[in-house]
């Protein structure tokens, strides 16, 4: 039972990482399409390490805006994975200097393929799995996407713009059809959250929508506290 | 501020969030409503980040078919248990052949 619930975890994150970890390939080509240097790119996927506010910086200097703005939308959107390393802090049990490099796995897909797991020990497998398996796959596609964007002109030809929106959508799913008594307010926040971003977007900076979304949870924790 | 400049800030501000959050003092996730929000708000965030990367662009709502109809794929593939990679493959193939047929 228990080696079952390790591999599985282990096969989630495999999955979970190659797979959007070939999406390193789409910032690479966007970064360097933005104006960025090969050098750039691949700096920001080796420290940086979040998607979302990586591409977010490639789109403001892409549209020539103020970097400082792009700089900060970039740093808005990385909140959230403050709000995921609170929720992990008890699940990983890293502590003293082991929390640096775990730190830099704190991300929108370790954080799903953790918190998917059935206990505590194939939740850091699934956590450790994912990490790596991302970490590398994205380095070394944003290498490769931003080297070959000379001859790759658009990736929104071979659909890799739907990718993104999919994995979310991939690793949320779970969650939202689960049964469970959790499940419908689970359903609740996340309509809630769409709402609220797609009201937000058009009059509010690139960046700030997603993190608004967190306004509804807010509210529900506030209203009914458990 | 240059490009660089920029990339450095987000770098090493990226990091000191991830880190912030696993440096919290436990006291903080010993609060029931910290401990509830914390374990509804990335359900949120990622309802959000679909949105937002499937039906806008820049401030704009914008409805872009074949990446719809890309994401609806991948919703058939998701209620027919496929796996994961076959996920995400059926909404980038979608998307590719539907502009390929110049829509």
Not at chain 1, 96 to 108: H, M, S, T
Not at chain 1, 198 to 204: D, E, M, N, Q, V
Not at chain 2, 57 to 73: K, S
Not at chain 2, 74 to 103: D, E, K, M, Q, S
Request: with cysteine.
């Amino acid at each position: 039972m228990e080696t079952t619930t390790r591999s599985s975890a282990i096969r989630d994150g495999l999955g979970v990482g190659l797979a959007v970890g070939l999406s390193g390939l789409a910032f690479g080509a966007a970064a360097v399409t933005a104006g960025l240097s090969v050098a750039q790119a691949c700096v920001l996927s080796l420290f940086a390490f979040t998607g979302a506010s990586q591409f977010a910086l490639a789109g403001v200097v892409a549209g020539g805006g103020s970097l400082i703005a792009g700089a900060a939308g970039a740093l808005l959107l990385g909140v959230r994975n403050t709000l995921y390393g609170l929720r992990l802090a008890d699940l990983l049990d890293a502590r003293g200097w082991r929390r640096l490099p775990v730190a830099q796995g704190v991300i929108d897909e370790t954080t799903a393929v953790a918190l998917a797991q059935p206990d505590g020990e194939s939740a850091r497998t699934g956590f450790l799995v994912t990490f790596a398996s991302l970490y590398l796959t994205w380095n070394a596609t944003t290498l490769l996407g931003a080297l070959g964007t000379s001859q790759v002109a658009d990736p929104a030809v071979f659909g890799l713009d739907a990718v993104g929106p999919a994995t979310f959508l991939a690793i949320l799913w779970p969650r939202l059809t689960a049964d469970d008594p959790e499940t419908r307010s689970l359903r609740a926040v996340a309509a809630a959250g769409i709402a609220v971003a797609l009201a937000a977007t058009p009059f509010t900076p690139p960046g700030v929508p997603v993190l608004l979304a967190a306004l509804p949870v807010l509210a529900l924790v506030l209203r009914r506290p458990r | 501020m240059s490009v660089w400049q920029a990339v450095v800030a987000v770098c090493l501000g990226c990091y000191a969030l991830k880190l912030a959050g696993l440096s919290a003092p436990r006291r903080v996730l010993d609060h029931p409503g910290v401990r509830r929000f914390a374990a509804l708000v990335p359900v949120a965030l990622l309802a959000a980040l679909i949105a937002v990367q499937a039906f806008t662009h820049g401030q704009a709502l914008h409805l872009d078919w074949p990446r719809t109809a890309g994401l609806g794929a991948a919703v058939v593939a998701l209620l027919l248990r496929a796996p994961f990679l076959v996920v995400l493959a059926a909404a980038a193939a979608v998307t590719a052949l539907l502009r390929l047929a110049g829509l």
